[in-house]
């Protein structure tokens, strides 16, 4: 019983492991999809841009069907998180354009 117990234990650790190592390579892939540009290639950004955003996806969706419902609770509650950061930020810029605007009047 505490054999099978200790290889589910490893079974999951892997699994998690892997699940965040490609969800790495994704974050990074996707990180260099928007430094190529700045970089002095002639004729290769553009198939150098595609194989990052193909690589970038393949590992995002491996990674999130490895770590399963942890992952996706944890990417949204960040999305969550930015959202409401960008729109509270939006909110002050309205509303001191608007006080500006009747100041001017």
């Known amino acids: 019983m505490n054999n099978n117990t200790n290889n589910t234990e490893s079974k999951k650790n892997i ?3 892997t699940g965040y190592t490609l969800l ?4 990074f892939s996707w990180i260099c999809v928007f430094v190529v540009p700045f970089l002095e290639l002639k004729n290769h950004k553009l198939i150098i841009t595609s194989i990052l955003i193909i690589i970038g996806e393949i590992t ?3 990674s999130i069907a490895l770590l399963g419902k942890q992952i996706i609770k944890k990417l949204k ?12 930020r939006n909110e002050i810029n309205n509303k001191s354009i608007g006080n500006e605007e009747t ?3």
């Not at 790495?24 to 974050?27: G, K, N, P, Q």
């Not at 999305?79 to 509270?88: E, G, R, T």
Request: net charge positive.
């Open 15 to 17: 699994t998690r492991t």
């Open 24 to 27: 790495t390579i994704s974050f």
């Open 60 to 62: 995002f969706y491996a």
């Open 77 to 88: 509650g960040f999305l969550k998180i930015f959202i409401n950061k960008h729109q509270h």
């Open 103 to 105: 100041q001017k009047h």
